[in-house]
DNA sequence: GTCTATACGAAGATAGAC
DNA sequence: GTCTATCTTCGTATAGAC
């Protein structure tokens, strides 16, 4: 349930996914929302926000533990790529949907922080164990994350990868320089 | 109306806003909607994205004017510190809420689609002013674009401009560097 | 031609049956 | 303790009054 909450948030949004379509989706009896989850949606969405975020640094991680940050961000930026073309550009970042939709629903907003946190603390360690300042791998960090969370909202509305292939070789070519200079 | 929906969208998301909402912000009379706007929400969505992108547009078309690329991009960042700071980090870009929720509102994706390629064709085409070729220009201006509009998000989320403050400085001390090299 | 009042549908939440 | 059926609220859209 919690993890077709997040497919369904990734394409529609947090508003439009009701709780109908995560029942049809998950096959789960319409009783069972408010026992598992008596917070109602709100509760739902932070879970699905939570679980989303997780899943995806715990991809980073297993990338960052077995490469080099540049092959590690390829590697980032070819999920993402999947994503966006197995999807025909519908879906999108969730942990985005629910900061921009998060005003009215605070629990989601900070699970979507921490996750955001999360990525961002696992490259910026990488990137200084490969011999960058702390101060440096942090601001590289934040650019990349931000960098392609931008690329994939504008691919999604352009309907197309160019605008997110773009961006992967201008970051994959920041990082490059940033690692071999000092 | 369009201008208090962009304000609405911005704050909240799409879905988020009603008819009942935008009519209160703008003291808009209730029977007005369907004589102005006789597509519904849609249209009114759709117009409010426009309205957004091209009033971003031209204040980015007015800096690139009067500055270089490296200042108007500084006075680009300005204006996005301002929106969060000014809302306590509750308001983002409507552009981007209208392609994240867009799935159900494809005019609105239109109109999304439309106003990010026309920002980064002003940014692209004054980095080529300044002596880039048009593919790297192309590249800079796309990267300097998503990475702004994903600072934006994680600034929300986390409630900081620390996030936002890195990512400015990376991409101004990256487009120093293309501007003076080659 | 402009607005008030209403209808229709869907959302989230709950109370009672098994 | 788990689910089916219902209840209330709210949002969009419309039909009719001025």
Chains 1, 2 share one sequence.
């Not at 109908?20 to 069972?32: N, Q, T, W």
């Not at 989601?108 to 990488?126: N, Q, R, T």
């Amino acid at each position: 349930m919690v993890q077709s909450t997040a497919l369904l948030v990734r394409e529609r949004g947090v508003e439009a996914t009701s709780f109908s379509d995560v029942l049809a989706h998950s096959g789960a009896p319409r009783g069972s929302i408010y026992h598992h989850f008596p917070g109602g949606k709100a509760q739902l969405i932070e879970e699905a926000t939570r679980y989303a975020g997780d899943f995806i640094a715990a991809g980073l991680a297993s990338s960052l533990d077995q490469l080099d940050p540049v092959a590690a961000l390829r590697e980032f930026c070819s999920s993402w790529r999947e994503v966006l073309r197995s999807s025909d550009f519908a879906a999108g970042c969730p942990v985005v949907a629910a900061t921009v939709e998060g005003e009215r629903l605070p629990s989601a907003s900070e699970a979507a922080a921490a996750s955001f946190a999360s990525w961002e603390h696992l490259l910026a360690h990488a990137i200084q164990r490969h011999g960058q300042t702390a101060e440096r791998a942090s601001s590289l960090a934040t650019l990349v994350i931000a960098a392609i969370e931008g690329a994939v909202v504008l691919a999604r509305a352009q309907r197309s990868v160019a605008p997110f292939d773009r961006v992967a070789e201008e970051l994959e070519d920041l990082l490059v320089a940033a690692m071999t200079d000092g």
